[in-house]
């Protein structure tokens, strides 16, 4: 199926104060890393999902407004969702776990979707994983069973493209800190991020993207404080 194009319009100050932060908390809006023509600028309250087209040649800026706030995210060619995000063909072709500058984000039949072209953070995650229901029910106990998770908030963004579960894969995680250590051993620990730290991504075929700001309040993930993210698309004079 082919992707909509359309962006609504949205008071960024009312989005900003939709959440309930922990006292002190510094929101940074700062600014697309790369200039160009504005084709969306639109802040994604905590705790909620947002999806979005971006266009061949076009830079996603994903700003970190509130510091270390999860962006869980999925892309998909906008031409044919069966062509997805693919973690396996990412991380075997990039010869790395970790994501950053330069890294080529693949898809499952191995084509280029996006690539990260301005990364503010160290490293950037692709195999911690997404919340759910379920999981946090499993992991933290029965009684978070009424939290949602970012699979939620991708099957929210999902139903709107006439997609479904059987959409939703392995996915990225801006701003969120899993460090493999020299054994392999695996950790989801307090974030490396900072308010208004950024990543940019060009989209190397037309592509669509949902982004969950991560609800979670049961481990470190978003420092127990959700914060919003804002997403912005540019694009640059060369690419006209
Ligand atoms: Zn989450």
Redesign the pocket.
Same mark, same amino acid.
Do not use: F, K, W
């Given at each position: 199926m082919t992707a909509a194009l359309g962006y609504a319009t949205v008071a960024p100050d009312a989005v900003l104060d939709a959440g309930s932060y922990v006292p002190g908390t510094v929101l940074d809006l700062s600014e697309p890393m790369v200039p160009g023509r504005v084709v969306c600028d639109q802040i994604v309250a905590a705790r909620t999902p947002w999806s979005g087209t971006v266009r061949a040649g076009q830079v996603l800026t994903i700003v970190d407004v509130g510091a270390n706030e $999860?962006g869980?995210c999925l892309i998909y060619n906008a031409a044919d969702t069966d062509e997805r995000y693919s973690v396996p063909d990412t991380i075997a072709m990039n010869g790395n776990v970790y994501v950053r500058t330069g890294t080529v984000l693949r898809s499952n039949l191995g084509n280029p979707l996006m690539t990260v072209v301005g990364n503010e953070v160290d490293r950037q995650d692709t195999i911690g994983g997404?919340?759910s229901k379920e999981s946090n029910t499993l992991r933290y106990g029965h009684h978070t069973y009424a939290e949602h998770?970012?699979?939620e !908030?991708f099957l929210y963004e999902a139903s709107k493209y006439g997609m479904g579960v059987r959409d939703l894969v392995s996915n990225l995680n801006w701003f969120m800190n899993v460090p493999v250590e020299a054994d392999g051993t695996l950790g989801i620990v307090d974030g490396i991020s900072a308010p208004g730290k950024r990543v940019a991504l060009r989209a190397e075929m037309d592509v669509l993207v949902f982004v $969950?700001a991560?609800?979670?309040m049961n481990n470190p993930? !978003?420092d127990f404080n959700p914060t919003p993210l804002r997403m912005v698309i540019t694009e640059p004079e060369e690419a006209r």
């Open positions: $999860s869980d997404a919340c998770g970012c699979r !908030n $969950s991560c609800p979670q993930c !978003n």
